[in-house]
């Protein structure tokens, strides 16, 4: 942990309100990209993450208490997200739930999982390990990844493999649990 | 996403989709009945998504615009001296009616 991110934590888990307050930015400032990231793949998109992340800091300063213990930016991460962004994430759905047929458990999973062997690692173990896992797939099965990753959709990926539609998304689905286990066994080995 | 009746590859492929153009909720909001039934018994659905949201943190985080700080600062801010607002009015409140609660205690005991 950078010593910015130190003294803005000290700060911020401080017993005085105004001390809070006061150290709010100096913690905003070193960690806003950071959080804004992780979030981001939940909701997939800037103007909710700022959203979400308003209320996250919010809550933060009026109970900092989780955070006092905190020792790396991993485990601050790890801590936010359990204790503080969840709450938020679910709030975002709550809302939307009478409306929809998935059961309110479902909902949950989806928009505000519990952490998955993946989803505890930092950016750059997941950027290592998907990288390392794309290696060991197939040509056909890693161009599909790749190109959903860089924005096509799945009527153009079929396209550029010259296949159909469904094709295309049952090739998706298989690669994609391929993946989940490889990159779980490449955690395990690490 | 108005196909109905999707298979479990292709609800995995609308949820990815929605995940990488951040509209979940249309994603959700598509879903029939049957199709919410498939999602909640399938156990690789659920393996998938967890691979989903690590491709979209590392194909898609790192190209997220990232505002202003100081403008979002500003809202954190607001959001905090809300709450104080909040907080110093409910003890206002609380401290008014007690003295309220007490007034009238000692008007019935004069009376009496």
């Known amino acids: ?190 | 996403m108005a196909d109905t009746n999707r298979t479990i590859q292709e609800l995995l492929s609308d949820y990815a989709g929605s995940l990488r153009d951040g509209c979940v909720p249309v994603f959700l909001k598509s879903l029939t009945r049957e199709e919410a039934q498939m999602i909640g018994d399938s156990k690789d659905f659920w393996d998938a998504t967890e691979v989903v949201r690590v491709l979209n943190s590392v194909g898609f985080a790192r190209k997220a615009v990232t505002p202003d700080v100081g403008l979002f600062m500003s809202r954190v801010d607001a959001n905090i001296t809300s709450r104080l607002k909040k907080a110093k009015a409910g003890t206002r409140r609380r401290r008014t009616n007690g003295a309220r609660a007490s007034h009238k205690s000692q008007r019935a005991e004069e009376m009496i």
């Not at chain 1, 359990?82 to 929809?100: D, F, G, I, T």
């Not at chain 1, 505000?112 to 197939?138: C, I, M, N, W």
């Not at chain 1, 469904?166 to 994609?176: E, Q, S, V």
């Open chain 1, 1 to 190: 942990m950078n010593k910015r991110l130190r003294n803005a934590l000290k700060g911020i888990v401080a017993p005085d309100t105004e001390r809070r307050r006061r150290a709010m930015e100096p913690f905003v400032r070193a960690t806003f990209e950071m959080f804004s990231r992780y979030l981001y793949r939940y909701l997939g998109n800037e103007v909710e993450c700022e959203d979400v992340l308003e209320d996250v800091y919010a809550d933060i300063w009026e109970n900092p208490e989780r955070l006092r213990n905190v020792s790396n930016e991993k485990e601050l991460v790890r801590t936010v997200y359990l204790y503080y962004m969840r709450k938020r994430l679910r709030e975002v759905y709550r809302r939307m739930n009478r409306h929809l047929y998935l059961s309110q458990n479902d909902l949950t999973n989806l928009t505000a999982p519990e952490l998955g062997v993946l989803e505890s690692l930092s950016q750059e173990e997941l950027e290592d390990a998907l990288h390392q896992a794309l290696k060991r797939l197939k040509s056909r099965e890693r161009r599909a990844i790749e190109l959903w990753m860089a924005g096509m959709s799945s009527r153009a990926i079929a396209n550029e493999l010259k296949t159909t539609v469904g094709a295309t998304k049952m090739l998706k689905f298989r690669t994609i649990l391929k993946l989940k286990k490889i990159m779980s066994d490449y955690c395990q080995d690490n």
